[in-house]
């Protein structure tokens, strides 16, 4: 069954391959970054949620 999987941040692809490049020890990430984000951009479409905050 195909269900749908959401995956939510704080940030838009471009900042989130930012957070992922800087890794835990400040090393430069780049390159793992860019593999995660490439997965993440072929499974899922970025959308922007924008109103009132609810919480």
Sequence with gaps: EDLPT???????????EKHF???????DET???RRVMERIRYLAEET???GENRR
Excluded at 6 to 16: C, E, H, I, R, V
């Design 6 to 16: 959401f995956f939510t941040s704080n940030f838009n692809f471009q900042d989130l």
């Design 21 to 27: 490049a800087k890794g835990k020890n400040g090393n």
């Design 31 to 33: 390159w793992e970054a």
């Design 48 to 50: 922007r949620l924008e």
